[in-house]
């Protein structure tokens, strides 16, 4: 059979560019020949297991396999395009012809109204819209006409000019709320604008009273007021039905805290953030009474209060252990607590929520700079119950903690980053925990030594977080993964950021010994070289396997204005062919002389996501646009 030649690399269903970075044509006898001889129901059905992005791939090699591809993603019922931005034609050839779709996350940074036709499909159930930039109103007028079986709808806008976000607001979510009668979960997310400044509580009228989970950020303490009135003649159409809000705010007061836990009887869970702009007035901040009101909701299972890093005053400055304890007597089935920013409550606060809320499995305090590790020193029947456990930038904080904790069994997620005082000691107890996937570390005086006895441990740790932890060395990488315990068969996810010593040779062997990492983090690690990278993707090149998906090179000043080459499609062997997401800072953007440049890079590979903002790998919680767009 002659060969066929190449449609391009990532080729997609329909003749477009896909998603996929996958092989080349399947060719002679050898390829194309025997797939064409499978049974086409059969190839649909293999095709249709795989997931997008093989399924891009898999359309790329044949003419057997893109037909099947293409009859595949007819049937599909749930898409998840958050990944990478994709482009309206892509999206267009991905959903085109489907009539089954029930579940929709689309990252819509580059998308336009021209592909409202394909997004809004009346059998959708689910639709999350993440990073809008460019849509008009139309988009939401045509979801309210067409998605009336909506039970879920997330939107979150990345940025919109003038006063747009008002008309969005006022007039086409208020539609898409009045014709979609089933509505059950609503989030809207306007990240960029201030609290007060998007028009939340026009809507209130328009909220169906089918609505169990409600999240709206930001908004501002007077707007959340008028959605949650203490006034029983005033109550809202959704107060009975509503079991979980989340607000992120100006300001958390005691006067909201009481208006919401007296209109909503039913409150399963409640998640307040706030980020006050200035210093706030201690008259009118939290204080105990607004821990006390929350016992009034005695079904809640999940709190959280937290108060953001980026504001001027970081701390509940009025809260103390009186009000935890009322709280702690009050909620007794919480199983999820979540506090940030209470600088005043102390061990005994901390402690009396470990033991008195019996079904507690997931535990989380930042910023306390009053907790000690007495908090963690008796766990008793909580021990066997917590599977999280996040104590983050707390420094008083020693080993002794993570040896309490080790008697933790059921323990699956670990978070000590910022608590500099953990040592080796603490990471010899936690490497006996056998069912421990998640250990950040970051900022910990740990040495080789430790990561030695995590190598040699029984964790099945699929991410690891060791950033800033400048005592590790080469050689402590090289211990950690050539040890005897199983770590370097399940890990993933590895952040070895900010450690000066860190090189090339760490990088060898990460590439050599964990041929399943989907995620690595090299930011500002001084000592990587163009070499190291060509090492990392010519290993994985030529195990076959391409499992990298996320690298962040932020601020590694030593690679060259060249060093983009290497994940061009068209260099020689192409390396890094499943890389999704590149973090390269916004010195690298800047600079002049790049070959090839970044717009270059993503014109070839579409299915790729460059980042120079400096975020955490992933763009995780950040919504900016698109690098192409500035």
Not at 52 to 68: F, K, P, Q, T, V
Not at 117 to 140: D, M, N, Q, R, V
Not at 414 to 429: K, V
Request: hydrophobic share 40%; net charge neutral; glycine share 10%.
């Amino acid at each position: 059979m002659e060969k066929r030649p190449r449609a391009g690399d990532g080729v997609g269903v329909g003749g477009g560019v896909g998603v996929g970075g996958g092989g080349g044509e399947a060719s002679g006898s050898l390829g194309g020949g025997l797939v064409d001889m499978l049974p086409e129901a059969l190839l649909v059905e293999v095709v249709g297991r795989v997931g997008l992005e093989a399924a891009c791939s898999a359309a790329a090699s044949c003419r057997a396999l893109r037909g099947a591809a293409g009859a595949a993603l007819t049937a599909v019922t749930s898409l998840d395009l958050s990944v990478f931005p994709p482009t309206n034609g892509i999206v267009s050839r991905i959903l085109d012809g489907n009539g089954a779709l029930r579940s929709l996350t689309v990252n819509c940074s580059l998308l336009d109204d021209s592909v409202v036709a394909s997004i809004a499909k009346g059998s959708l159930l689910e639709l999350e819209l993440l990073k809008c930039s460019s849509f008009t109103p139309y988009l939401f007028a045509v979801i309210g006409e067409r998605c009336t079986n909506l039970r879920s709808i997330k939107l979150e806008v990345a940025d919109l000019n003038g006063s747009e976000h008002f008309v969005i607001c006022r007039k086409t979510l208020a539609h898409i709320f009045k014709r979609c009668d089933y509505l059950e979960n609503i989030s809207l997310k306007f990240p960029l604008q201030t609290p007060g400044s998007v028009d939340f509580d026009s809507l209130v009228s328009a909220i169906p009273s089918t609505t169990k989970v409600l999240l709206l950020h930001p908004v501002a303490n007077w707007q959340a007021k008028k959605l949650f009135p203490i006034s029983p003649s005033l109550k809202t159409p959704f107060g009975d039905s509503l079991e979980s809000l989340s607000l992120v705010l100006d300001i958390i007061t005691d006067e909201l805290v009481t208006f919401i836990t007296g209109s909503l009887p039913n409150l399963l869970e409640l998640c307040l953030e706030d980020n006050p702009g200035s210093e706030t007035d201690l008259d009118t901040d939290l204080t105990n009474i607004g821990l006390q009101a929350l016992g009034i909701c005695q079904n809640l299972t999940h709190l959280s209060l937290t108060r953001g890093k980026q504001s001027y005053s970081s701390t509940f400055r009025r809260v103390n252990d009186f009000g935890i304890l009322m709280l702690a007597e009050g909620c007794k089935q919480l199983q999820t607590i979540r506090l940030g920013g209470f600088s005043k409550v102390r061990d005994a606060g901390y402690a009396a929520l470990l033991h008195s809320c019996k079904d507690l499995k997931k535990f989380e305090v930042s910023t306390a700079s009053c907790l000690s590790d007495l908090t963690c020193l008796d766990l008793d029947e909580a021990a066997t119950k917590i599977t999280e456990v996040r104590l983050l930038s707390c420094g008083l904080l020693t080993s002794e903690t993570a040896i309490s904790l080790s008697s933790c069994t059921n323990l699956e997620v670990l978070d000590l980053s910022g608590c500099r005082s953990i040592a080796d000691a603490g990471l010899a107890s936690i490497s006996q925990l056998s069912k421990l996937t998640l250990l950040d570390l970051a900022g910990a005086d740990i040495t080789d030594a430790g990561l030695s006895a995590l190598g040699n441990g029984r964790c099945p740790i699929s991410s690891l977080c060791l950033r800033g932890c400048r005592r590790i060395t080469n050689n402590g990488i090289a211990s950690l993964l050539l040890g005897s315990g199983t770590i370097n068969k399940t890990l993933v996810a590895l952040d070895i950021g900010n450690i000066a010593r860190i090189s090339g040779r760490a990088v060898t062997v990460i590439a050599k010994n964990c041929e399943q990492i989907s995620c690595l983090c090299l930011r500002n690690c001084v000592l990587i070289t163009d070499p190291c990278l060509e090492t990392l993707g010519s290993v994985q090149h030529n195990s076959g396997k391409s499992p990298l998906r996320m690298l962040d090179l932020s601020y590694c000043s030593r690679l060259s204005r060249s060093f983009l080459r290497l994940f061009d499609p068209l260099f020689d062997p192409p390396l890094f062919r499943g890389l999704r997401w590149l973090g390269i800072g916004k010195n690298v953007l800047e600079r002049r002389g790049n070959s090839p440049t970044v717009a270059e890079i993503l014109e070839r590979k579409p299915g790729l996501t460059i980042c120079a903002n400096n975020c955490e790998v992933g763009c995780r919680n950040q919504c900016h646009p698109d690098v192409r767009t500035l």
